[in-house]
């Protein structure tokens, strides 16, 4: 679907004719973010108890925050075994919620151990166990930096050869980093929706991305941020109307009323209600507009989620 802003138009197209599209000079951004293998399966080595872990962020020196399954069966100082003996997990503390810290350990390097023992963490509503092939099909074909456990699904439509038939036209690219977290996955409460601030996740705006922005700007073309989650590094690293350099956690939470510094266009997936990538894309695109869209989209059966439809939103509210 794309729906043109600017002349307040909604057309029908397939993802294959985005170099028709867009214009020479218009920059693409892409989150280069790798979903690891961030599901483990293990047993308690005392009691041989079944655990699940989620790994959320490395914190350091080898300690990870993550989730345990069943939530209330560990304590402090439990052991888990993981992928016979290949990578082990001392419980550090435990918190609310099934909330945990862990320190994990292994012969091999740990990121190693994770990838060998570990499965793709697929959404929750596919309804299925993850194979040997999710641990690529579930990855853009530019993902570069380990450490999400989502991929930045907007950015699974592009192909390598689309990727060259654009830049042929003179549309370049650059990348960003967001580490997609658990928090993309969560429905919103009503507090969670009436506070500033939105679930931490880590991101990179590299100097180089920064430079061909402003120069993009400069030339009176297009940023056209692929996926909610570069909207959300951008936009980190935006304020006053200038981009600059960023690296670290951000909370940022865009909502409407919002007023983007950093992004012109906007390539999405058709989101989830209550959820914090709805709510931004409505601040982007105007919420009259896009309740219009989506009520369309699900007229002509428009697929939804993470391997779902894509929506190009050209100029949103600034």
Known sequence: MVLDSERDIISHRVFSDIPELLKPGDLLVLNDTRVFSARLIGHKERTGGEVELFLLNHVDNGAWDALSRPARRL?????IVFGEGILHADVINTGTDGHVTVRLQSNLPVDEAIDRVGVTPLPPYIRREPDSHDSERYQTVYARVRGAVAAP???????RTLLNKLAKKGIENTPVTLHVGIGTFRPLSEQEAEKNHLHREYC???????RKVRTCRERGSRVIAVGTTTVR???????GGKTVPFTGWTDIFIKPPYAFTAVDSLITNFHLPRSSLLMLVSAFAGRERLLEAYNIAIREKYRFYSYGD???????QR
């Open 75 to 79: 304590k402090s100082g439990a052991q």
């Open 204 to 210: 990179i705006v590299p100097d180089e991305t920064v």
């Open 153 to 159: 699904t907007a950015g699974l439509h592009f192909t």
């Open 310 to 316: 894509a929506m190009l939103i050209l100029g949103g």
């Open 233 to 239: 590094a951008l936009e980190s690293a935006s304020s």
